[in-house]
């Protein structure tokens, strides 16, 4: 028997371990779910709640990992999430792009938001460039 992913969001929209409510800003509602790309606490963006969610963090190490759920194992919790891993050495341009090949199949505001947070994570990797200081003019 399976339930509807509306009914487990009214359920857990208010009660989620993932939720976190800001007390400034008019009592926003913001999401730590791994599987959630903006951050807020909706039932579009919500990982667990979608049965196609995206999420990309960086790790320790510098890497960038991407996890998707996939779909033919939503009732084995431990196949349910398919992680990627793309080396910090990696470039932003192909990580976005290998980023946007592993999104094609999900919807295209989740693809777009992918994206845009794998090059951010890829250029943030990049060593800043630092410049010569140039005498003070007279």
Aim: a positive charge.
């Amino acid at each position: 028997m399976s339930v509807s992913t509306d009914l487990i969001w009214a359920i857990s929209q208010d009660n989620s371990s993932y939720l976190v409510k800001a007390r400034t800003a008019g009592g926003v509602q913001f999401s730590k779910d791994p599987l959630n790309l903006t951050g807020k606490n909706s039932s579009t963006h919500g990982g667990v709640f979608t049965p196609k969610a995206i999420g990309i963090r960086k790790l320790a190490d510098g890497s960038i990992e991407l996890s998707t759920k996939v779909t033919k194992n939503a009732n084995k919790p431990a196949k349910n999430v398919a992680k990627t891993v793309f080396k910090p050495t990696k470039s932003a341009r192909s990580v976005a792009a290998a980023v946007s090949k592993a999104a094609a199949g999900y919807r295209d505001d989740l693809r777009y938001a992918a994206v845009i947070k794998a090059s951010a994570l890829a250029r943030s990797n990049k060593p800043k460039q630092v410049r010569a200081e140039k005498p003070a003019r007279k």
